[in-house]
């Protein structure tokens, strides 16, 4: 379905690709490859790796935040209030003083009254005790916690680790009272007992303060590395494990490498070597396409149409690098191949996309698992034999691409991983996004028609429609013609089904090659139905009716938009051919005069594909076909070898590519699909 654009000169072409590598290598990484791959938990595949450089092994960020996250649920910091002890003091010796006269005068606690001091001193120091141990009351922020709560509580000689369990309660201090008095040797103890009972405050209080600047001291001190790999160490050696301790070493030493070669002069020859691979990779599409598709790389459009494959998916991967947060398995490298089988053939198709996904995978830096990924779906794409039309095709093709990718990456993983518990299961999720987007492929189709000039098979069944206007005007004005139309969409499309060409274009031009015949449909012989209006017209002007379909043809078909490879067919389906018939009655008419057979001669230009070709045989031998008169096998025989020996003797299939094999097999076609037409039966011997 291919149509060529204008000549392409060299210097354009080269134009092309010196700027194609230019727009890549602005995409190129600014840093060095690792030319190791390693997998936690799989053995070293290489040799013994030493550091040839001191780094430091970076905590991953999710540790550093799991520390930091330890730090501010460190142990909140409380503070004994001195203050507290000081009042409550205050209270016992005024409670103390007053109670002290009222036995004097009652002449009660003799004890008490002959020494106030020491009673007084044990009091005071016992009020010391609790205060010193920590008091918290019944509404305290810490008497509602466990009671194995750690904190911190800072008093006069520094900070101490306890716990709310180790701080006293009111209940608590009456059992201080109840007991330790009663122990405490004095005989009148009792005395005490109710001086001390009551007027007890809390006095552990939160220090935001404390808390505040120790966790600020704790988060500055947070080391972001492991510690440092001297120069000359080993790293790993060959066969040995890669251990979670291995790993975090060989990560860091990987970017530590990339950085190294990042900056000054290497980073220059980093830059160079990507340019060389590129160029390499370019050079031999170039070749290829000069070889093996010259029909793309000589003309402009088709020649644009591949290098713009290259650019997009080239920035596509630079995009999704730079982003982070998307996995380069979500690009639908696919779309490429599927869309170029369409409009080309599954060779170039699956050529493009191994040069798509080499540069890819240059500008990536990942590994083989995503080259291997990649290339696997690609030829199940252009192998799936997609056909835009049929939607259950489609579809069915979009379910093997997944199924290709996921089985390639379980395969890959298990080799990896060693286990199922282990595989990244979340890349099937960019695998499905892939394929989904694939789907773009069937509204790209139209749009790169459209921009390029080709032709899809979805406007091919469009314009086999039989309500098209050009194909209802012509069956209203020119039935015979587009009776003539259809049998040679029959034969040609039985001969292009044989030799595996183009069988929906070259049935669709058929339709519409002889759409000329519409103006004056009367001077040509299949809808004439009485006198032949040529016997009044001298042979000069005949052949203008007769030739002058192909140039009313062509500005028919430009009217009504028909893609330009329709209109190819209708200049070339009677190729540089003369028409024999008035050439001749000419020649009598004017036995002297002289002849300008260019006038007589169709415009061409002769065919210059296998499909045309086939349309321009299938033309011929149709007409002459119905000419005869009960003809008979060797009839058709003679008549099909007469027509195409006639077409080869002129020149006329010079310029098709059609090999003399595919033409034998087209001349088989075309006699078997007459006899079935003219229902000849096999002759029997008597």
């Not at 070669?261 to 990779?281: D, K, P």
């Not at 996995?327 to 869309?339: E, H």
Request: some cysteine; aromatic content about 12%.
């Amino acid at each position: 379905m291919k149509i060529l654009g204008t000549p392409l000169s060299s210097v354009a072409k080269y134009l092309i690709v010196l700027g194609t590598v230019i727009f890549i290598s602005f995409l190129f990484p600014k840093n060095i490859l690792f030319n190791y791959e390693f997998e936690k938990g799989q053995p070293w595949q290489y040799d013994d790796l030493v550091a040839a450089f001191d780094f430091t092994i970076q905590k991953p960020d999710i540790i550093i935040e799991q520390e930091k996250s330890a730090i501010s649920q460190t142990l909140p910091y409380y503070t004994i209030n001195p203050d507290r002890a000081r009042q409550r003091k205050n209270i016992f010796q005024k409670s103390f003083d007053s109670a002290l006269k009222t036995v004097q005068q009652e002449d009660q606690f003799i004890d008490v009254i002959q020494r106030p001091k020491t009673y007084r001193n044990y009091g005071l120091q016992f009020i010391d005790r609790i205060y010193q141990r920590g008091l918290i009351t019944a509404d305290h922020e810490l008497a509602s916690l466990e009671k194995d709560k750690p904190i911190m509580l800072r008093n006069e000689e520094g900070a101490v680790k306890k716990t709310v369990e180790s701080l006293l309660n009111p209940k608590e201090i009456e059992f201080w009272i109840t007991d330790s008095l009663f122990r405490s040797g004095l005989p009148e103890a009792e005395f005490l007992i109710p001086l001390l009972r009551r007027d007890y405050a809390a006095n552990v209080e939160y220090d935001s303060e404390a808390t505040k600047r120790f966790r600020t001291e704790q988060l500055a001190n947070i080391s972001t590395t492991f510690g440092t790999i001297k120069k000359g160490t080993l790293i790993v050696g060959e066969k040995d494990l890669v251990t979670d301790s291995i790993y975090q070493q060989l990560t860091a030493y990987r970017d530590g490498y990339q950085t190294t070669a990042s900056s000054g002069e290497s980073a220059w020859w980093v830059y160079i070597g990507y340019l060389l691979l590129t160029v390499f990779i370019l050079g031999v599409f170039i070749m290829y396409l000069r070889i093996h598709v010259p029909t793309v790389y000589y003309h402009l459009k088709p020649f644009c149409f591949v290098m713009i494959w290259l650019i997009i998916y080239s920035y596509l991967v630079y995009l999704f690098r730079i982003n982070g947060t998307l996995s380069l398995y979500i690009i639908p490298f696919c779309i490429a191949p599927i869309v170029i089988s369409i409009f080309y053939n599954e060779r170039l198709a699956l050529f493009t996309h191994v040069i798509i996904v080499l540069i890819a995978s240059l500008l990536s830096g990942l590994g083989y698992a995503f080259i291997f990924l990649q290339l696997l779906a690609g030829v199940v794409a252009v192998f799936g034999n997609i056909k835009v039309r049929d939607w259950t095709r489609f579809f069915s093709a979009m379910f093997y691409i997944f199924m290709a990718y996921g089985m390639a990456y379980l395969g890959l993983s298990l080799i990896k991983e060693g286990g199922l518990s282990t595989i990244d299961w979340s890349v099937y999720n960019w695998i499905l996004l892939n394929v989904l987007l694939t789907l773009l492929a069937y509204p790209l189709i139209p749009l790169l028609e459209r921009v390029f000039g080709y032709t899809s098979s979805i406007t091919l069944t469009e314009l086999s429609d039989m309500n098209h206007p050009l194909l209802k005007e012509l069956s209203i004005k020119a039935s015979g013609t587009l009776q003539h139309a259809l049998q040679v969409a029959n034969l040609s499309e039985a001969a292009a089904r044989k030799i595996n060409a183009n069988v929906q274009l070259v049935k669709v031009a058929a339709l519409y090659h002889d759409i000329g015949k519409i103006k004056d449909p009367a001077y040509f012989i299949e809808n004439q139905k009485g006198q032949n209006p040529h016997d009044d017209l001298p042979p000069i002007e005949s052949v203008e009716k007769i030739i002058g379909h192909i140039s009313y043809g062509v500005e028919l078909a430009e009217k009504h938009r028909l893609p330009k490879i329709i209109i190819d067919f209708i200049k070339t389906h009677h190729g540089t051919s003369r028409v024999e018939y008035f050439y001749h009655q000419h020649i009598t008419q004017n036995p002297k005069g002289g002849i300008d057979q260019k006038a007589f001669r169709y415009p061409g230009p002769r065919p210059q594909t296998k499909e045309e070709a086939i349309l321009m045989l299938a033309n011929g031998i149709e007409a002459a076909a119905k000419g005869m008169k009960d003809p008979t096998a060797s009839d058709i025989d003679l008549l099909v070898n007469k027509m195409i020996q006639s077409k080869i003797a002129k020149g006329q299939l010079i310029h098709s590519a059609l090999s003399f094999k595919e033409l034998e097999i087209c001349k088989l076609e075309f006699k078997k699909l007459l006899n079935s037409i003219y229902h000849i039966q096999v002759e029997y011997p008597e």
